[in-house]
T-cell receptor, first 112, second 116 residues
């Protein structure tokens, strides 16, 4: 089941804040966030595990509501370098060999 | 400290030819994933492999596409008798695998396949 991301696209001015949401209809073990710039490979940003552990980028924060199967990525005081497409990926079960399913992405464009 | 390596970076094939895409995972990673991405679209899961074992190939087309990850050497995604619709960027990612704590994936630079 592909997670649903919202919004599909965001345009901000440098210094503004953004929130990108990711929701799933299935119970989740983890949520992964990646950023992809045009013509480049996706780059790992953050992973959030069921139970509260997380690992990731110093300047980007995220939350994971296990009961609602939702995650949000918070981009504060956005910089021009934050432009790109953000993907969330969901993993259902730690102990099974389960693939990560990615959402369709949220395009973020930062204006100077 | 090499990351995930993919080659070739660009591949041009004529309709009906075969395309072979290679992926070497990061050191210490035993799981490999292949994704296809069309311009301005998301990452579509194709196949998930461990060495000498296909774990999940639910995203692979039933015909013309195959993948392997041998005991020695890189993972290979093979597309036989390519058609124009196969033109896309193909990304490989690797991870340590589930049950290893954090299971973040690291992506290679991709192979951009163009079918003429």
């Amino acid at each position: 089941q592909q997670p649903v991301q919202s919004p599909q696209a965001v345009i901000l001015r440098e210094g503004e804040d953004a929130v990108i949401n990711c929701s799933s209809s299935k119970a989740l073990y983890s949520v992964h966030w990646y950023r992809q710039k045009h013509g480049e490979a996706p780059v790992f940003l953050m992973i959030l595990l069921k139970g509260g552990e997380q690992k990731g980028h110093e300047k980007i924060s995220a939350s994971f509501n296990e009961k609602k199967q939702q995650s949000s990525l918070y981009l504060t005081a956005s910089q021009l370098s934050y432009s790109g497409t953000y993907f969330c990926g969901t993993e259902r079960d730690q102990n099974r060999d389960d693939k990560i399913i990615f959402g369709k992405g949220t395009r973020l464009h930062i204006l100077p | 400290n090499a990351g995930v390596m993919q080659n070739p970076r660009h591949l041009v094939r004529r309709r009906g030819q075969e395309a072979r895409l290679r992926c070497s995972p990061m050191k210490g990673h035993s799981h490999v994933y292949w994704y296809r991405q069309l311009p301005e679209e998301g990452l579509k899961f194709m196949v998930y492999l461990q060495k000498e074992n296909i774990i999940d190939e639910s995203g692979m087309p039933k015909e013309r596409f195959s993948a392997e990850f041998p005991k020695e050497g890189p993972s290979i995604l093979r597309i036989q008798q390519v058609v124009r619709g196969d033109s896309a960027a193909y990304f490989c990612a690797s991870s340590r695998g589930p049950g290893q704590g954090y299971n973040e994936q690291f992506f290679g630079p991709g192979t951009r396949l163009t079918v003429l």
